[in-house]
Nanobody, 115 residues
Framework: QVQFVESGGGSVQPGGSLTLSCVGSGFKFGWYIMYWYREGPGKGREFVGEITSLGGTRYADSVNGRFNISRDIAKKTMFLHMSNLKPEDTAVYYC?????????WGQGTQVTVSS
């Protein structure tokens, strides 16, 4: 079955960096577009960025220039490299995949940016 598992969250000071990982299983990794979303305290879930099957990327304006998505197809892993983190980046981060017209979410990993 299709599954996504995120890891790498933690606490970091403003201006710091963190890299999240999302391991996918149960489908041909790299064949489908994959996304990062986040849900901050008291906020709805919002789009962070995406990586297409061809490796193209797109980002929300709020993270563009600070966040970067990459993947390792052999390891079936998508990464979210976050730098210059701000308190407003505090959220639970989720990866999402659309496989054969169905949407799947990971369980999320918490990122806290605080001094």
């Amino acid at each position: 079955q299709v599954q996504f598992v995120e890891s790498g969250g933690g606490s970091v000071q403003p201006g710091g960096s963190l890299t999240l990982s999302c391991v996918g299983s149960g489908f041909k990794f790299g064949w489908y577009i994959m996304y990062w979303y986040r849900e901050g305290p008291g906020k709805g879930r919002e789009f962070v960025g995406e990586i297409t099957s061809l490796g193209g990327t797109r980002y929300a304006d709020s993270v563009n220039g600070r966040f970067n998505i990459s993947r390792d197809i052999a390891k079936k892993t998508m990464f979210l490299h976050m730098s210059n983190l701000k308190p407003e980046d505090t959220a639970v981060y989720y990866c999402r995949g659309a496989v054969d017209l169905r949407t799947y979410w990971g369980q999320g990993t918490q990122v806290t940016v605080s001094s």
